[in-house]
């Protein structure tokens, strides 16, 4: 008589840590302050997913788009315009799309230098835990 082994086969599914991080960008791209200020680079997960390069470029083009961002640097811009800082700029229309130009890049080179470019250099995440 032959005895037959018994055999047991286990099959894990796990999504890999660049799919996890995916999801977690997705939930945090849901957050806001006060249900409409930006707050895309905070996670409440104390061991969240590390990040690619891929997606802290994706992440900061996502901050430097978003509607609010306009918005607030559309109102600095006004604050600068009616107190006429930076006088080079000039007054009126053309001196206003000047502000908001420079203040604009101002903020768009700060998030991908401070938040996707240097990170991604120094392998660190640039979230808040």
Do not use: C, W
């Amino acid at each position: 008589m032959l005895a037959v082994a018994t055999v047991v086969t286990e099959v894990q599914v796990e999504l890999t840590q660049v799919e996890v991080a995916e999801l977690q960008i997705k939930e945090q791209e849901k957050q806001r302050v006060l249900g409409f200020i930006p707050n895309f680079y905070v996670t409440y997960i104390h061991d969240a997913a590390p990040l690619t390069p891929k997606q802290k470029f994706k992440l900061a083009f996502k901050s430097t788009t978003d509607p609010v961002t306009f918005l607030g640097v559309g109102f600095l811009a006004g604050l600068e315009q009616a107190a006429d800082d930076f006088g080079g700029y000039g007054q009126g229309a053309e001196g206003y799309a000047k502000r908001f130009g420079a203040s604009y890049a101002d903020v768009v080179a700060g998030t991908f230098i401070g938040s996707a470019i240097l990170p991604s250099l120094l392998k660190q995440d640039p979230r808040y835990f």
